[in-house]
C-alpha cells in the first residue's frame, strides 16, 4: 500500500529511492474512511522537516499506483529532484500542512492530475504558508482525461514547464481560463512556459508520426525499459537556462537503477 508511513515524526531525509508496485487504494490510512483509497507511496501524518529527494515513482504495470506521498497535518515539507509517472493518485498536501514546498520535478503523463495541494486551517493564512511549485515540468495526461485540471487546490506556481498535448489556447487551465489566458497573466518575471522540455530521453525519438502530425512524446517515454532519471534531464534551452526541472548537478555522484529484468 505505501513505501513509507511516518506519524509524529521530524527530520526525516528520505533520497535516493525507486519505487515501483504499490496499490491506490488502502485501508490502512490514519484518517476517516471517506479518505480511504488516497494514499501515497509516502504517507506523512502529522508530522514536520520531512524531505524527499531523488526518488523515481514508477506507476508503470499493472493496477492503478497511487501518488508519490499523501501528507496531511505536516509542515515544512520538502519534494525535490523526483519523477513521478503514470499514477492513478496525484501528490497531495491536505490539512495544515503549511510552507511545503515542490520544486525541480518531473511528473510525466499522470491518468488525471498530479497535484492536490489542498491546505487548509488556521496555521495556513499567510502566503509565506502556502504551497509553493516551482521550477517543475509537468505534461499532460490521459487522452481521454485531457479536459480536467492537472491540479487542485491554489497553490503558488512560478517559473515551471508545461508539456501539453493541444495548443495552450485550446488546453484548460483552472475552469473556463486556458493555458494561453493563464500565460498572459504571469506576473514579471515568472518563467512558466508551455512547449515540449525536450527529455534527453526522447531525443532520438521521431518527432511525427506517419501522416505527419507532432507525437506526444511523453506517451512514448513511458516505453522505454529502462527509464531512470537522465531521461528526464530537459534539453529544452530555457529549462537548461533557468534550472528548470531535475537539476543533473544533483545526480553527479547518484548510483543510477541500471538492472533491467531480461
Excluded at 511545503?100 to 518531473?106: E, F, G, K, P, T
Excluded at 526522447?202 to 507525437?215: F, I, Q
Excluded at 530555457?238 to 553527479?252: K, N, R, S, T
Amino acid at each position: 500500500d505505501y513505501a513509507f508511513f511516518a506519524a509524529d515524526k521530524s527530520h526525516l531525509r528520505f533520497d535516493g529511492l525507486y519505487l515501483v508496485g504499490f496499490s491506490h487504494f488502502s485501508d490502512y490510512m490514519p484518517w476517516s474512511n471517506d479518505a480511504r483509497g488516497t494514499n501515497g507511496a509516502f504517507v506523512l501524518y502529522e508530522s514536520h522537516d520531512v524531505h524527499v529527494t531523488r526518488c523515481f515513482h514508477d506507476g508503470r504495470g499493472a493496477g492503478s499506483s497511487p501518488g508519490l506521498a499523501h501528507a496531511r497535518h505536516c509542515k515544512d515539507l520538502l519534494f525535490e529532484n523526483n519523477v513521478m509517472l503514470n499514477c492513478m493518485g496525484r501528490l497531495q498536501i491536505y490539512w495544515n500542512s503549511p510552507r511545503a514546498r515542490i520544486r525541480h520535478n518531473v511528473f510525466l503523463r499522470n491518468f488525471i492530475s498530479h497535484f492536490g495541494p489542498h491546505i487548509r486551517g488556521s496555521r495556513v493564512n499567510d502566503e509565506d504558508d502556502l504551497c509553493r511549485l516551482e521550477y517543475n515540468i509537468i505534461t499532460d495526461n490521459l487522452p481521454k482525461k485531457i479536459h480536467t485540471s492537472l491540479f487542485g487546490g491554489n497553490p503558488v506556481m512560478r517559473n515551471n514547464f508545461f508539456y501539453l498535448r493541444v495548443p495552450a489556447e485550446e488546453r484548460r487551465w483552472r475552469g473556463e481560463e486556458t493555458f494561453a489566458d493563464m500565460l498572459d497573466s504571469l506576473d514579471e518575471g515568472d518563467l512558466t512556459m508551455v512547449a515540449d522540455p525536450r527529455f534527453k530521453g526522447t531525443l532520438e525519438m521521431n518527432r511525427y508520426d506517419e501522416d505527419g502530425e507532432p507525437v506526444f512524446l511523453a506517451d512514448r517515454l513511458l516505453h522505454k525499459r529502462d527509464l531512470d532519471f537522465p531521461d528526464m534531464f530537459a534539453t529544452h534551452p530555457d529549462c537548461v537556462e533557468h534550472g528548470i526541472g531535475l537539476q543533473p548537478e544533483a545526480f553527479e555522484n547518484f548510483h543510477f537503477n541500471t538492472q533491467v529484468e531480461e
